[in-house]
């Protein structure tokens, strides 16, 4: 059973060599009397949290963190090889958190929803179908609670999570800007995804100023991937009664000591909402998404782009590749192919 565990605890910026691929053995059957299931992994997704996980002194409690030594634990896309849980049975197509390895025993799968809908690339699950798409769709619809001709700016605009969002605001009637790492990222947002605007932050020295040239008349709402310097200009350019969803920040992730923000009294002059939120409080609502979602995926009125990495081998490159850039799209790692 090939698998991809961490080798020390990653301090700093992510390596490759943080990761190391090795062979174990698995029994391709649950033990008797197990409720767990066995299931052959085909898709794994790129979330940056995981590198959250991976280190010592974790910045977030709500995590628990992975051992050196074990494989990693994130979610993917798998098929079940034998089950001894009532609900699930030989064959079935699941998403939810499983190892980075070939074949996994999940020893307590409540946590694994199963795939219904495979018109759609399975691949679609660790992302637009997945936690990923959740996590747009209740940022962008709950906790920005967006209207019609508002102002949108996105950050990580092309990545997994912003490029829904930018198309979820288009679909509200709203005007949409948003920012990437590269010009290929830029066009896609201009001409893939239909922002109205976007533009590299690597080549604005002055963050403050591209924002006011893209939004002359302020932001209502900001929906925050990266915080740090962006998050500072955008303070500044908020409209009053403007409101901030904060899904990450990705800027600080590996940072010893996070960047100051200094211009937090913007908060009080234009009456901002700052809101953070955790996708996982919203799984509940997972069923309603799907049937909001899948069908503007089949009539083609919402583009979603992946970025496919072939092999286990590749997994840790992908993984540290989301911290330089490097995606485009959803950063997936393909294990089998059914
Ligand atoms: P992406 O697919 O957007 O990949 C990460 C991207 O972040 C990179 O491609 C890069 O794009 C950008 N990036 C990397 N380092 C930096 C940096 N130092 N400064 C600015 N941008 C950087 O990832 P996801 O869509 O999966 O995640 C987006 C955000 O959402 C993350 O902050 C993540 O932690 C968060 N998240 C939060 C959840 C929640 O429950 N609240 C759930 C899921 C995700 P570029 O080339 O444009 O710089």
Not at 77 to 101: N, Q
Not at 136 to 161: L, Q
Not at 229 to 247: E, P, Q
Request: proline letters at 4%.
């Amino acid at each position: 059973n090939k698998q991809v565990i961490l080798k020390d605890y990653v301090s700093g910026f992510p390596k490759e060599t943080d990761m190391q691929v090795t062979t174990g053995t698995i029994k391709l059957k649950v033990p008797e009397g197990s409720t767990g299931v066995l299931v052959k992994n085909l898709y794994l997704s790129c979330d940056p949290y995981l590198i959250i996980l991976m280190k010592k002194a974790q910045t977030s409690r709500y995590f628990i963190s992975l051992t050196p030594g074990s494989s990693i634990t994130g979610l993917g896309v798998a098929k079940v090889l034998d089950s001894g849980h009532s609900e699930f049975k030989k064959g079935d197509l699941v998403w939810g958190t499983t190892g980075w390895e070939e074949y996994s025993l999940i020893k307590t799968p409540d946590s694994l929803f199963k795939i219904h809908h495979t018109d759609v690339p399975l691949s679609y699950y660790t992302g637009i179908l997945g936690m990923p798409g959740l996590t747009a769709y209740a940022g962008f619809y709950e906790i920005c609670t967006p209207k019609k001709g508002e102002y949108v700016f996105i950050s990580a605009a092309s990545g997994a999570v912003g490029q829904l969002v930018g198309q979820f605001a288009k679909l509200m009637g709203c005007y949409v800007v948003g920012s990437a790492g590269t010009k290929e990222k830029v066009d896609l947002l201009k001409n893939k995804f239909g922002f109205d605007e976007a533009f590299n932050y690597k080549e604005e020295h002055d963050l403050d100023a591209a924002l006011k040239r893209y939004f002359p008349e302020g932001i209502d709402i900001y929906f925050e991937n990266v915080g740090g310097k962006m998050l500072d200009a955008v303070l500044l350019n908020m409209r009053l009664h403007g409101r901030i969803a904060v899904c990450g920040m990705i800027s600080q992730y590996n940072l010893d000591q996070p960047e100051g923000v200094t211009n937090l009294l913007n908060i009080v002059y234009k009456c901002v909402r700052i809101e953070g939120f955790r996708v996982f409080d919203y799984y509940p609502k997972y069923s309603k998404f799907l049937d909001f979602i899948l069908p503007h995926i089949r009539e083609g009125e919402i583009k979603y782009v992946e970025d496919i990495a072939e092999g286990l081998e590749s997994g840790p490159a992908a993984l540290v590749g989301l911290f330089r850039g490097q995606n485009v799209g959803k950063q997936v790692v393909v294990v089998a192919k059914e």
